[in-house]
């Protein structure tokens, strides 16, 4: 029998979840963007909604003009919440809907959610989304929905969870089994999906895993670092 | 034989190793679910099932994730040499093609009017034996239109249609064609070959979109991938030679505009050069044809045709000879020209000129896997527009349809409708009701691929086959539409009966694998390896062995491009492009799809016109007004939208609305800008030029309403200060 331990305490103490997006390689394909969508259950706005700003996208690909022709140039940033260490978003929150875990998520308690929106008027990054609607899927479409995920209903804010279920699901499982979880076992779905593997994620209290080395690169920067929030994401500067 | 009998798949009930599905005459069929290694399983009561992804022509292995019978997410398949795990927008978004609400539900018969789009329930027999008599009134004159089906299902189309003398053509709306012939002229290789994008370290691209939606768009996007970030010390460089700043080319090192159709000129100078500065090493014997060539050609010349300066294409050849190994790809805009094949040929020379074939890289032939697939070829327009020509193949006769939809894909101006209404009986085996579809008499509508058996050869790619089986229970009364030409083989008799005696299109598919295994490993039970290949999703090798090439066409011409519509009364150049998430329209009727921001401009749910904003300003155009296109052929309206990538005497409309029929999510939306072109053909590929009919733009004085999701890009610039770098 293994002995119990509380998730947030495995051997070697406890994660710190961190992701690396290498900006030389995300071509703007947005295949995590739909991944994204299906995994976690994000409603569908139609055009309406849309036109008014209300559109739902937990990671979305920022894209940036530069030049005029003949020397245009555009580049893409994928962003998503930066799971600040330092959460401009939490001390907002007069219900403690938007709180840090002690393996550094931003959570967001949908159930506890009044909806002030403050938190969204805090995030620097602007990747917190209100729904404004219920939720809504023409049948069939519903039977896709993905059961390990809740479905957000009107008023409350959300966003992304670093596929919170996934990570739970690996940490459950290696609890069982008495051990860390491993360095590439948790992998949220737009990490999964994104052919040119510019998305890495892992956990970076393991100073071997792949997303510790790769944020030691002398390409990496935070965004609006300057800000002091302390972002779990590290993005690798495109190289020109 | 009674088709009733073999109306297999209904739900009995799930097992816990899988859906447990009852076949034909009792006969049971298992499915195996795919086996992931035990770290990367989602706890749940979730089962993988492999199969593979048909939302476009690639054929990627795809894993999906089945829960109390719903597929629930589908994944790329982690083994499939193909995308190894990774997987595309459009292929994420395939379950919105199984619960789509407005799949058609069953067989149907027209009522009313040809084309009026209404439609009654018609029983499966009623419609078997409508098809069926109908194609025996017409002897030799049936027409199946098909998408390309690389299995076994091309093997059943063939020689269904051979049997009873009739004509079948795998048709696509893609640039493909170009590159087939090219390869032909260049290598003399039918197939098409591998890039190796991975290795290379300098990659030259002619308006290759291979980051969007290019031949293989996730194998080259993982080959990307490690071509700039996989290797320790080496950054592969490449740059993008097109009109256009497309997706693909804000991706380049460098992007180098030119004007549209001149693209073979400039290689053809690249080309020169590296034979002037010594640089090839291409066998002496072959060399001459080669020097002959490009004698007649100057560099000065070519840049005053081209745009590109002469110190550009010096430095472009320069580059690309002192690569380690440099590898040139055409296709794109490049390739949908009235010259589209000649100037993919004189890209193809570059190759030769620097020897990359076949070489870590380069240019890779792997022959595609044994797997009795047939050989069919896959057509351009042209095939399809002899169908009205003079020899009047389709006048009369029964015209059928497997997912193609060339009333959406074939511009007016081809005058294509006729062929529908010539024919006797149009009859469509799609799941949806599109343009084509909905002027048909008779429906038979196929399962979804999710609820499917079939298989699909890997081209070019180290070989593969990819298997697939049915992951979910079909939803409606549909069927297999193998079934359904296997069944009509069996009322017909005699020789086509003969050909094609299996029972139901599972056994059939599962003998062409026994025959298969049999040739490849002799002696070996079937059974296992039948298992294993369900469980994995299909059998590969981990590497073929390259194909040596027989041949080294040197270019034989490079005539600038044509283009239809006077430039004084038509200003611009058109370019109408598939776009990223629609494709060729396929993707319209997917709600995420429609909702998936346009990667440059962030337009969702509609249409827009693509305008340097200089020129705009120039006609006093702001963003979002309403814009008239005007071609020749026709013309559109669509707000503008301003785009800083195109020169100033282009304007581009992305492809994939515009739908007047195709579901609620489709329908009414935006434009088809395939509306505008001229009936234009790239001769030795039979492809249409989708680039060569000229506009002009007219102010209509209104707003649209482009719906940009940029909410937050604009004014954030200080994002990108610290995200740009010197190496
Ligand atoms: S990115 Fe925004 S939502 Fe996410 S933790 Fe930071 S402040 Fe909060
Ligand atoms: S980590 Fe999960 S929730 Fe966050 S953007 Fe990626 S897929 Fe969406
Ligand atoms: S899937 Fe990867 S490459 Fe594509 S947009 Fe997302 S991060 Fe970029």
New interface residues.
């Given amino acids: 029998m293994v002995e119990y331990r509380d998730q947030n305490a495995p051997p070697g103490g406890p994660y710190q979840w961190g992701m690396v997006i290498d900006l030389d390689r995300c071509t703007g394909c947005e295949a995590c963007v739909v991944a994204c969508k299906a995994e976690n259950n994000i409603r569908i706005a139609g055009e309406d909604e849309a036109a008014q700003g209300r559109a739902v996208y937990w990671i979305r690909i920022e894209r940036y003009w530069e030049g005029e022709y003949p020397n245009a140039q555009l580049k893409f940033m994928p962003v998503l919440c930066q799971h600040c260490g330092n959460a401009p978003c939490e001390p907002v929150c007069p219900v403690y809907a938007s709180y840090h875990t002690p393996d550094g998520l931003n959570a967001q308690v949908y159930n506890r959610c009044v909806g002030v929106r403050y938190c969204g008027n805090n995030c620097p990054y602007t990747v917190r989304y209100f729904n404004w609607f219920e939720p809504h899927w023409d049948e069939p479409l519903n039977e896709q929905l993905n059961p390990d995920v809740t479905v957000r209903s009107v008023g409350v804010m959300e966003k992304c969870t670093f596929c919170v279920q996934r990570i739970r699901g690996a940490q459950q499982t290696a609890q069982k089994e008495g051990r860390r979880v491993k360095d590439g076992e948790v992998t949220p779905a737009c990490v999964q999906s994104c052919p040119t593997e510019a998305l890495v994620f892992g956990d970076r209290n393991d100073p071997e895993s792949r997303v510790s080395k790769l944020a030691e690169s002398d390409r990496g920067f935070g965004l609006l670092e300057e800000l002091g929030t302390k972002p779990a994401i590290t993005y690798l500067k495109r190289i020109k | 034989m009674d088709l009733k009998r073999r109306d297999f798949l209904k739900v009995v009930g799930l097992g816990a190793a899988g859906s447990m599905l009852p076949g034909c005459g009792g006969e049971t069929a298992k499915l195996i679910p795919y086996v992931l290694p ?7 009561v979730a089962n993988w099932y492999a199969s593979v992804c048909r939302e476009c022509e690639a054929g990627c292995g795809i894993i999906v994730r089945v ?2 019978g ?7 398949n982690p083994d499939h040499p193909l ?1 190894r ?5 459009l ?3 395939s ?2 093609g ?4 407005d799949r058609i539900r069953g067989p149907l018969q027209r009522d009313g009017e040809r084309g009026e789009g209404r439609f009654k329930p018609i029983p499966w027999e009623e419609a078997m034996s409508r098809w069926v008599s109908a194609l025996q009134k017409h002897p030799g004159g049936a027409v199946l239109i098909s998408r390309p089906v690389p299995g076994t299902l091309a093997g059943l189309f063939s020689t269904f249609m051979k049997e009873i003398s009739g004509t079948v053509f795998f048709y696509e709306p893609s640039a493909e064609r170009p590159l087939r012939a090219a390869n032909r002229k260049s290598f003399g290789i039918d197939f098409l070959p591998d890039y190796d994008l991975a290795n290379t370290t300098y990659l030259l691209s002619f308006g290759a979109p291979f ?2 939606h290019w031949l293989s ?2 194998h080259f ?2 080959a ?2 490690r071509m ?2 996989g290797r320790p010390e080496v ?1 592969g460089r490449f740059v993008q030679v097109e009109p256009r ?1 497309s ?2 080319a ?2 380049a ?1 460098r ?1 180098v ?1 030119i004007r549209p159709g001149t693209e073979g000129l400039l290689a053809v100078a690249i080309g020169r050069l590296i034979l002037e500065e010594g640089r090839t090493n291409l066998p002496r014997g072959d060399r001459s044809r080669f020097e002959k060539f490009y004698a007649s050609f100057s560099i000065d010349r070519i840049a005053n045709e081209t745009g590109v300066a002469e110190e550009e294409i010096v430095r472009l050849a320069r580059e690309f000879y002192t690569a380690a190994s440099p590898l040139a790809i055409g296709g794109g805009i490049a390739s949908e020209q009235t010259n589209g094949t000649d100037t993919l040929v004189a890209i193809n020379a570059l190759n030769l000129l620097v020897g990359n074939i076949n070489r870590p890289g380069g240019i890779r032939f792997f022959r595609p896997s044994d797997f009795p697939a047939s050989s069919a070829e896959v057509v351009g327009e042209q095939a399809l527009l002899d169908l009205k020509g003079p020899s009047k193949k389709a006048s009369r006769s029964v015209l059928m349809l497997y997912q193609a939809n060339p009333l959406y894909t074939l511009p007016p101006s081809t005058q294509f409708r006729q062929v529908f209404e010539e024919a006797d009986l149009v009859v469509s085996f799609s799941p949806f009701l599109d343009e084509s579809t909905a002027m048909a008499d008779l429906i038979l509508p196929d399962h979804f691929f999710l609820e499917s058996w079939g298989d699909h050869v890997t081209e070019g790619i180290a070989p593969a086959a990819g298997l697939a089986q049915p992951v979910v229970i079909p ?1 409606y009364d549909t069927r297999p539409v193998g079934d359904l030409f296997l069944g009509a083989a069996n009322r017909f008799g005699g020789g086509v009966k003969e050909r094609l005696s299996w029972t139901d299109y599972r056994t059939m598919v599962r003998e062409q694998w026994r025959d298969f295994f049999d040739r490849r490993q002799p002696g070996q039970p079937f059974e296992a390896a039948w298992v294993e290949a369900l469980q994995k999703g299909g059998w590969w090798k981990p590497e073929g062995k390259p194909v040596s090439i027989s041949q080294r066409g040197a270019p034989s011409a490079a005539e600038p491009a044509r283009f239809e519509g006077s430039e004084k009364e038509f200003p611009f150049y058109f370019y109408p492009f598939p776009s ?2 629609l494709h060729y329209g396929q993707g319209a009727n997917r ?7 346009d ?2 401009t ?1 337009v ?3 249409s827009w016109v693509e305008i ?3 020129t705009a300003q120039e006609y006093g155009l702001a963003e979002r007004d309403l814009v008239r296109v005007i071609s020749p052929y026709g013309e559109i309206e669509a707000p503008v939208v301003y785009f ?5 005497d282009l304007i581009s409309v992305p492809i994939g609305q515009g739908h007047r029929a195709y579901g ?1 999510y489709a329908e009414g ?1 935006g434009v088809n800008p395939l509306a505008l072109l001229a009936p234009l053909i790239d001769a030795p590929s039979g492809a249409l030029a989708t680039g060569a009919t000229r506009v002009r733009i007219e102010r209509t004085g209104r707003k649209g ?1 482009p ?1 940009l ?5 604009q004014g ?5 200060e ?6």
Avoid: F
């Fill in positions: 035990d770290e990367e399983i989602v706890p749940g829960m109390e719903r597929a629930r997410k589908i994944e790329g995308n795990g990774k997987l595309c927008a292929g994420q978004a379950l919105q199984l619960y789509n609400p980051l969007s768009p996730v996007g993982a990307y991938g700039r970030q950054r700043l997706l693909t804000a991706s090192d992007w505009p939803r990223m998430g709600p995420w799809l429609q909702e998936l921001p990667p440059m962030t969702v749910w509609g340097n904003p200089k800083p990538g195109n020169p100033p609620r939306r309403r719906v999701v940029d909410q937050t890009g954030t610039r200080r994002h990108t610290g995200g740009e770098g010197e190496a």
